[in-house]
């Protein structure tokens, strides 16, 4: 019995350690899909927006060694809450699950800054097309028009550039230096949306295509009332995302200046959050 308690005791010793060692694990050496940049130099902005281009290209084949991140493209989200809203004609109560995103994978980077008073970054990208699809419950108005219903959604954005801000700490490991990414904010502004709801209006389907029409025939106010609703997503994809990469890639190795935490900080280290 002692024997087999042994046993399983070394077994669970041997997962805890390899989960840990994997959450540790990142690159000690530069990888060929990205372009490390001085940010002392006058062409900082133009070598970074290529790094960021690479980098965003490597993500549709998938980073060797980065296992946490299983698909850029499409993207998964489980679940969505959002309320938002003040107005008549925009209060809303939604709940998205089951979302599929998809386009990421033709990110078109246009400008990558960072600023070296707190090494956060400005990013401007454009997506020729994003879809969104999943199931959504809602409650509330868009556009003055009462709705309750739950069913399928269907988004499809034309031309989305979105500008992304992005808040980072800078933390040592390992003898590098690297990005904790805090947060993220993001706007955008797009060309087109189509959209469908299906189940607006409990099985009404004569009401149900006409509220679709208008929703098309008007989608730049339509944009308006789900900004939450997009912006958050694209943020909750982001956030994700990046976090996952700049715990496993070196800032050394996106800027070769880049200073340590005890440089940029003084002397007392950031605490990890």
């Known amino acids: 019995?002692?024997?087999?308690?042994?046993?399983?005791?070394?077994?669970?010793?041997?997962?805890?350690?390899?989960?840990?060692?994997?959450?540790?694990?990142?690159?000690?050496?530069?990888?060929?899909?990205i372009k490390t940049c001085k940010i002392a130099e006058k062409n900082f902005v133009n070598c970074s927006t290529e790094s960021i281009q690479m980098l965003f290209d490597k993500l549709n084949t998938g980073i060797p060694g980065l296992d946490t991140i299983k698909s850029f493209d499409p993207f998964l989200l489980n679940r969505i809450k959002i309320t938002q809203g003040n107005s008549n004609a925009i209060n809303l109560k939604v709940e998205l699950s089951n979302v599929k995103i998809e386009g990421f994978g033709h990110t078109n980077v246009m400008e990558s800054m960072?600023?070296?008073?707190?090494y956060s970054w400005k990013t401007i990208f454009m997506l020729p097309e994003m879809k969104l699809k999943g199931d959504y419950s809602l409650f509330g108005r868009i556009l003055l028009i009462p709705l309750n219903g739950r069913g399928e959604v269907f988004l499809d954005a034309e031309n989305m550039t979105v500008t992304m801000r992005t808040k980072t700490r800078l933390y040592s490991k390992g003898?590098?230096?690297?990005?904790?990414?805090?947060?993220?904010?993001?706007?955008?502004?797009?060309?087109?949306?189509?959209?469908?709801?299906?189940?607006?209006?409990?099985?009404?389907k004569q009401l149900e295509d006409s509220t679709n029409k208008f929703f098309n025939d008007n989608w730049r106010m339509l944009t308006d009332a789900l900004y939450t609703v997009i912006t958050q997503t694209i943020e909750d994809i982001l956030l994700d995302v990046l976090r996952k990469i700049f715990h496993y890639i070196p800032a050394n190795f996106f800027v070769e200046d880049i200073p340590t935490p005890e440089q940029l900080y003084g002397k007392q280290k950031p605490k990890k959050v």
């Open 1 to 33: 019995m002692s024997q087999n308690f042994a046993i399983i005791g070394g077994l669970i010793f041997l997962c805890l350690s390899t989960f840990v060692q994997n959450e540790d694990q990142f690159l000690t050496d530069p990888p060929d899909y």
């Open 114 to 118: 960072v600023y070296p008073k707190d």
């Open 175 to 204: 003898g590098y230096t690297f990005y904790n990414v805090t947060s993220t904010d993001v706007d955008f502004k797009l060309d087109g949306l189509r959209s469908y709801f299906s189940n607006l209006f409990n099985g009404q």
